[in-house]
């Protein structure tokens, strides 16, 4: 059974970093791409990072570049996700999403990013 | 940057009536679209791929259309599990990956 656990969420100040964690179980982690998705508190869906199979190649959204760095170690079956820089609008639920054929085929359970004085 | 537009925003329906949910996207993004079903205090769950091929154990109730800029998600008869917020969301043209802004069914 395909499983992904995201931990590593919590309260921060603004300014601060917080490192997400997403274990992954069920199958090979160094098959497939891997996303995180955000969704603030009663909003949508807001893609935030992707990384490829092996780590050499990342992508990010505009409002998180040069703050986040998605990173995996595929031995640990992990993918991480590095916040620097926190910001207020940074508040979300943060999912990791496993990729298959461009789509995002399973999700994490999300852990929760409040970012507050 | 792909614009997913989703209609309505609320769909007010009654148990075995059927749902017909639109999204549209402001380029064309081929067939490479997605449908997910999200419930309070839960993950996304994945329902349709390609516009319109079933995820693995997805009910045949439920099915999806389209290509090009023009997507609809239909479920035949509703049931009371099927009550959630559904989004599109197109992987074709990225980055950045775009999602509709969801289309909340409830009960009428």
């Known amino acids: 059974e395909v499983q992904l656990v995201e931990s590593g969420g919590g309260l921060v100040q603004p300014g601060g970093s917080l490192r997400l964690s997403c274990a992954a179980s069920g199958f090979t982690l160094s098959n497939h791409w891997m996303h995180w998705v955000r969704q603030a508190p009663g909003k949508g869906l807001v893609w935030v990072s992707r990384?490829?199979?092996?780590?050499?190649?990342?992508t990010y959204a505009d409002s998180v570049k040069g703050r986040f760095t998605i990173s995996r170690d595929n031995a640990k079956n992990t993918l991480y996700l590095q916040m620097d820089s926190l910001r207020a609008e940074d508040t979300a639920v943060y999912y990791c999403?496993?990729?298959?054929?461009?789509?995002?085929?399973?999700w994490g359970q999300g852990t929760l990013v409040t970012v507050s004085s | 940057e792909v614009v997913m537009t989703q209609s309505p925003a609320i769909l007010s329906v009654s148990p075995g009536e059927r749902a017909t949910l639109s999204c549209r996207a402001s380029?064309?993004?081929?067939?490479?679209l997605a449908w997910y079903q999200q419930k309070p205090g839960q993950a996304p769950r994945l329902l349709i791929f390609?516009?319109?091929s079933r995820a693995t154990g997805i009910p045949a109730r439920f099915s999806g259309s389209g290509s090009g800029t023009e997507f609809t998600l239909t479920i035949s008869s509703l049931q009371s599990e099927d009550f959630a917020v559904y989004y599109c969301?197109?992987?074709?043209?990225?980055?950045?990956?775009?999602f509709g802004g969801g289309t909340k069914v409830e009960i009428k």
């Open positions: 990384i490829n199979h092996d780590g050499s190649s990342t």
């Open positions: 380029q064309s993004v081929s067939t490479n």
């Open positions: 390609g516009a319109s």
């Open positions: 969301h197109q992987y074709n043209n990225w980055p950045p990956l775009t």
């Open positions: 999403t496993r990729v298959s054929s461009g789509y995002n085929d399973y």
